[in-house]
């Protein structure tokens, strides 16, 4: 297979499973794991270390990054709220902790019950901890709600660009923008990530868009036609945030890789595997609903996977 000239970073264990009333398996979740990597993805977001009475269906994270583990060449992220998270996520091996800062000050109040500016010193505390602790470790932000909030409406862009600095400046290796609340469009994404890549050079990070009115893909290219080259995705459009009402449907990871694929863009990832990588997914989730195109067509007549 071509050199990956993109990373599919994969979120569905961590943002498709914290978004469904269900509780998988730890059997189930270490086999569509397995799944996942067996497809060739490099990059999976396993969890998220949040107290299990706030989020039951992450109360075994340790023990899936435990496992994850196992597979060599991967990066094994997990999330984390606050220092607390980031501490737990460390004693548990992880490669790279992310942490979700709202570009929202209403949604920063609802998601994680700290403003903005609380949640960039957080971000120093975990910097800090992970240069004691674990310094080969990568310390992500995700700005959430970067292209609006359904509580608060407009997002100035102003503000996610002065919040992405200060991200950085308080030890964020990279710091990337989501469009949590699927709000964006493509126009908006090419101005904030061009100005987002003109700020923060290689610290600028991965594009996270949601699907909930049909822009995920346009939203993912506009951001590869400036520069991004990791981008979110959930295998079967898994997820949203319990946090933004209204706020649905990632980025479905097969629609994603074929649009890549289909335009000569490699991104390391068999289709074929990835497909079947829904059904240890399925298995584990009976009834609830998957989505995507691709796996609903079929790959074309002809489809050769470079």
């Known amino acids: 297979m071509t050199q990956p000239q993109v990373l599919i970073s994969e ?26 990597v067996a497809a060739g993805l490099r990059e999976i977001e396993v969890g998220s270390f949040v107290p299990a009475r706030l989020l039951p269906q992450m109360a075994d994270v340790a023990e899936v990054v435990q496992h994850a583990l196992t597979h060599p060449g991967i990066t094994v992220m997990a999330l984390a709220p606050n220092l607390r998270g980031a501490e737990a996520a460390l004693a548990a091996g992880v490669h790279k902790v992310t942490l979700p800062v709202s570009a929202s000050a209403a949604h920063s109040l609802a998601n994680v019950r700290k403003t903005r500016e609380s949640m960039v010193e957080e971000v120093r505390a975990v910097a800090q901890l992970r240069d004691e602790l674990a310094p080969g470790v990568l310390v992500e932000v995700g700005l959430s709600t970067a292209f609006g909030c359904t509580l608060q409406g407009v997002v100035p862009e102003d503000d996610v660009i002065w919040l992405a600095v ?27 990530f061009t100005r987002l890549r003109a700020e923060l050079g290689a610290k600028a990070g991965a594009a996270h868009m949601h699907n909930t009115r049909g822009l995920g893909l346009a939203n993912c290219l506009a951001a590869y036609d400036v520069g991004v080259r990791t981008f979110d ?28 694929e289909a335009m000569g863009i490699a991104t390391g990832v068999d289709l074929e595997r990835l497909m079947a990588a829904r059904v240890p997914l399925q298995a584990g989730l009976p009834g609830e609903a998957v989505y ?9 007549k002809g489809w050769v996977q470079r």
Do not use: H
């Open 233 to 260: 995705a959930s295998l079967g459009g898994l997820g949203g945030c319990p946090y933004a009402p209204g706020a649905s449907g990632n980025v479905v990871t097969e629609d994603l890789v074929f649009m890549f």
């Open 166 to 192: 200060l991200c950085a400046e308080a030890g964020s290796d990279e710091v990337g923008l989501s469009d949590t609340t699927g709000m964006a469009n493509p126009a908006q994404v090419r101005r904030l």
């Open 11 to 36: 979120v569905g264990p961590r943002d498709g499973l914290q978004s469904v009333k269900a509780t998988m398996s730890t059997a189930d979740k270490l086999r569509w794991i397995d799944a996942l």
């Open 292 to 300: 995507g195109m691709t796996p609903e067509a079929g790959l074309p």
